[in-house]
T-cell receptor
């Protein structure tokens, strides 16, 4: 079992839909939870991070962490074609230990 | 402010050769981490350098090595290339070794034939 599991998709949604992206993990020591967006031929870009449990909101994006279930989610409201990208979850035990990534979910938002 | 710069962007090498990839971090950043990205394994951590010292190392064979210079620029080297080394190699820099402030470069696409 990989430490971090993420459904690769692809996921295709109409413009304006709410998108839900998820990861599960096995290492209960993870404390930092990140979401990255990666456009084709580009490096990953940090969207949001959460420390420990709880929710965090930033504009159209909401990140949730449920440590009891070892499950994290990223919600995108009012999705736009410009949100079409691969979304990667990543986790670490402390702020400066190596990140462990999920394989990424490819999202297409259709206009 | 310039971002993380990786050179070259694309590279084709033959099995058995060696290759050196370069990463120039954001000005002032002293930590550089390297990752390998493949369709099968996703992003996997290779190593991290801070102040010219390797601080963490991933689970890769000894053919993969790296170093960091006094100006924080970093290089990684892969010797005796194998077909399976074909991947996108990404580096990320941060000011003080914190993942929440790491910025990735666009990567070097290495193809081994």
């Amino acid at each position: 079992q990989k430490e971090v599991e993420q459904d690769p998709g692809p996921l295709s949604v109409p413009e304006g839909a709410i998108v839900s992206l998820n990861c599960t993990y096995s290492n209960s020591a993870f404390q930092y939870f990140m979401w990255y967006r990666q456009y084709s031929r580009k490096g990953p870009e940090l969207l949001m991070y959460t420390y420990s449990s709880g929710n965090k909101e930033d504009g159209r994006f909401t990140a949730q962490v449920d440590k009891s279930s070892k499950y994290i989610s990223l919600f995108i409201r009012d999705s736009q074609p410009s949100d079409s990208a691969t979304y990667l979850c990543a986790m670490s035990t402390t702020g400066n230990t190596p990140l462990v990534f999920g394989k990424g979910t490819r999202l297409s938002v259709i206009a | 402010k310039a971002g993380v710069t990786q050179t070259p962007r694309y590279l084709i090498k033959t099995r058995g050769q060696q290759v050196t990839l370069s990463c120039s971090p954001i000005s002032g950043h002293r930590s550089v981490s390297w990752y390998q990205q493949t369709p099968g394994q996703g992003l996997q951590f290779l190593f991290e350098y801070f102040s010219e010292t390797q601080r963490n190392k991933g689970n890769f064979p000894g053919r993969f090595s790296g170093r960091q210079f006094s100006n924080s620029r970093s290089e990684m080297n892969v010797s005796t290339l194998e077909l399976g080394d074909s991947a996108l190699y990404l580096c990320a820099s941060s000011l003080a070794r914190h993942n929440t402030e790491a910025f990735f470069g666009q990567g070097t696409r290495l193809t081994v034939v």
